[in-house]
């Protein structure tokens, strides 16, 4: 074997290995929505509760062999999980653009809006879009996972694989910072729903407070992607806004656990405060990547910069 055959050879099971890592990550996001989904139908919608609770029960068990799996596992079961796993969670992302549609349309009983599904919907579609990246297959146009510019393909690049592309680091930096603000914004958003009235006014006002914030930051966003320009200072105050963020669903979700809130509960599962705080970490440790790659390089500085 040539040393070129070698490195070809390290380079798909690095791949390999950054794909195991997100499978973790999103193979449980997955499974969670699925939960989520069965549990906000109207009892009378029975085939699409079973639809979603097979789901659920078929996401389980891939969530659980990826959580066996370890990076010196035979590249082979690698890309089988990663199979499997795009092969069900195609068909989830269907079930969710479906189901928006049906919701728009008053055509089916849930207390779920159909702007919560499409939310997750783009979920799914990042996910696929991270899974056919290490495939080297097409990755979803922007549009389709919420990002102003319909034309282009998103990268949807796997955390472990930012290193390995510096000059592109720009481009990475932004289209998670697109992707995740909304999605963010969007949690904060729906969580200030579900407070109970009177009793929790004081935590529907911090939370708006932040669905603020991140809306502000956003915006920023949009014109840092619209004139090339000011990425830095975005990136900064991202980082900043989200720790926030992340910090106050953390202690929420303490004061849940041990009923130390006013009134003890509020009207949402608990599990979904620490699904939106490991989402919120997850960008956080995305920003934490990109940040060892563009200080070696000197980048902060660069304040113009354009897409390869």
């Given at each position: 074997m040539t040393d070129q055959?070698?490195?070809f050879l390290g380079e798909i099971r690095r791949e390999l290995v950054a794909a195991l890592e997100e499978l973790k990550f999103w193979?449980?996001?997955m499974n969670e929505h699925a939960g989520l989904i069965r549990n906000g139908l109207d009892p009378t919608e029975e085939r699409l509760f079973r639809e979603a609770d097979r789901f659920f029960m078929e996401l389980a068990p891939l969530r659980a062999e990826a959580e066996t799996l370890i990076y010196t596992t035979p590249g082979d079961r690698i890309a089988d999980l990663i199979e499997r796993s795009l092969r069900i969670v195609s068909k989830l992302r269907d079930f969710k653009r479906n189901l928006t549609e049906l919701i728009k349309e008053c055509r089916i009983l849930t207390i779920?809006?159909?702007d919560l599904i499409?939310?997750?919907r783009?979920?799914?579609?990042f996910f696929i879009g991270i899974l056919h990246f290490v495939r080297g297959e097409p990755t979803p146009t922007k549009e389709t996972i919420g990002i102003p510019d319909a034309r282009e393909?998103?990268?949807t690049v796997p955390r472990l694989l930012i290193s390995d592309m510096p000059e592109r680091v720009e481009e990475i930096a932004l289209e998670e910072t697109l992707f995740w603000l909304r999605q963010n914004m969007e949690h904060a958003d729906v969580l200030a729903l579900y407070f109970r009235p009177g009793i929790q006014n004081q935590l529907v006002q911090i939370t708006r407070s932040h669905a603020a914030r991140l809306r502000d930051v956003l915006n920023e966003a949009l014109e840092v992607n619209k004139h090339r320009r000011g990425l830095d200072k975005l990136l900064r105050r991202s980082q900043r806004v989200v720790m926030d963020w992340n910090a106050f669903l953390r202690q929420l979700?303490?004061?849940l656990l041990h009923c130390s809130i006013p009134n003890g509960q509020?009207?949402?599962f608990p599990i979904l405060d620490d699904h939106m705080a490991r989402e919120a970490e997850y960008y956080l440790e995305v920003l934490r990547l990109v940040g060892q790659v563009r200080r070696p390089q000197g980048m902060p500085g660069h304040e113009h910069w354009h897409p390869i």
């Open positions: 055959d070698r490195a193979l449980r996001i779920l809006p159909a499409d939310h997750i783009r979920e799914a579609d393909r998103a990268l979700f303490e004061a509020i009207n949402i």
